[in-house]
Nanobody
Framework: QVQLVESGGGLVQAGGSLRLSCAASGRTSSVYAMGWFRQAPGKEREFVAAVRWSGGSTYYGDSVKGRFTISRDNAKNTVYLQMNSLKPEDTAVYYC?????????????????????WGQGTQVTVSS
């Protein structure tokens, strides 16, 4: 099992930036990919971005392409989500997740059911 702890959330004005961090511990050598999801009040959980632990290839949800960047630091077992040009509709609780099993293609990375472990989430609020 991998333990995930998110940090970096907060309140920011529209157009501003935030960087979220997700620190992983435990069976980190077994991690194949890590992803960020978000859930706004009254809405379903939405895929934001994912990164493969080996190689670093990335995959983004349509609503954040060009504004958000996911990256990882293997030495620190940490994944980051740099969020720029934030909009009020980005307001949500942001969750970090990890997956063990490798798989070809990218579509599975956007499916929350394909992830094994989850963090507790960090709140991001964007004011207009």
């Amino acid at each position: 099992q991998v333990q995930l702890v998110e940090s970096g959330g907060g309140l920011v004005q529209a157009g501003g930036s935030l960087r979220l961090s997700c620190a992983a511990s435990g069976r980190t050598s077994s991690v194949y990919a890590m992803g960020w999801f978000r859930q706004a009040p009254g809405k379903e959980r939405e895929f934001v971005a994912a990164v493969r632990w080996s190689g670093g290839s990335t995959y983004y949800g349509d609503s954040v392409k060009g504004r958000f960047t996911i990256s990882r630091d293997n030495a620190k077992n940490t994944v980051y989500l740099q969020m720029n040009s934030l909009k009020p509709e980005d307001t949500a609780v942001y969750y970090c997740a990890s997956r063990y099993a490798p798989r070809y293609g990218n579509n599975h990375l956007a499916d929350q059911n394909e992830y094994d472990d989850w963090g507790q989430g960090t709140q991001v609020t964007v004011s207009s």
